[in-house]
């Protein structure tokens, strides 16, 4: 399957390449299996493996045999690793590094990344985002929200904004916020627990 060049960060050769990097640069000092890559980047173990091995050819990651296991690890002192941070944290930050963020805050049921980061990151062209609207679904603390924000916003280096509905409110077909939430591009945030 082919990956066509991403619209938030189309200097990266694929999407693929760029979701790959941003979930290495998510943890730098974690390996991630070949396995592991292609299932958080949504595409087959032989797609990650050929831009792994790009990236291993021009020194932007490591990797290292374990078993029968590749592990990869973004390689953070590469020259322009600091350059290639503001591009994958412009393109696939959000995407990223939310769901860690978030997973840990209890209460929340869902959530999405919508507005005009969530329509180009789904290829919808349009001007680059200037912030990145959250939708929690749910409750926590609102501090702890406020915190993630603030942690977010200094990641991505674009203001985060995280609004929270109930559960109920996010079911109600009649509310003019919901519906058009839903009607236009919608991320939604995996949040493993």
């Known amino acids: 399957m082919k990956s066509s060049a991403p619209l938030l960060s189309p200097i990266l050769r694929s999407d693929t390449q760029g979701r790959m990097l941003a979930a290495l640069m998510r ?25 792994v091995d790009r990236l291993v050819d021009g ?3 490591s990797t290292r045999r374990v078993g029968r296991n590749r592990l990869v690890r973004i390689n953070t002192e590469h020259p322009i690793y600091a350059s290639l941070w503001n591009v994958v944290m412009f393109g ?16 929340i049921e869902h959530a999405y990344i ?17 912030d990145i609207d959250v939708l929690i679904v749910g409750g926590s603390e609102y501090g702890d929200l406020y915190e993630v ?24 077909q009649t509310d003019g916020f919901v519906t058009t939430v839903k009607s236009r591009p919608l991320l939604e945030l995996n949040l493993e627990k």
């Open 59 to 61: 020194g932007y990651v």
């Open 114 to 130: 919508y507005g005009s980061w969530a329509a180009r990151f789904l290829g919808e062209s349009g001007e680059s985002p200037r």
């Open 92 to 107: 696939y930050g959000p995407a990223a590094l939310l769901p860690g963020l978030l997973s840990d805050l209890p209460g």
């Open 149 to 172: 924000a603030h942690k977010a916003s200094a990641l991505v280096g674009r203001e985060v904004n995280i609004n929270v509905i109930t559960p109920e409110r996010w079911a109600n």
């Open 27 to 51: 943890d730098a000092e974690k390996e991630l299996s070949l396995t592991e890559l292609a299932a958080q980047c949504d595409v087959a173990v032989p797609t990650i493996l050929r831009d």
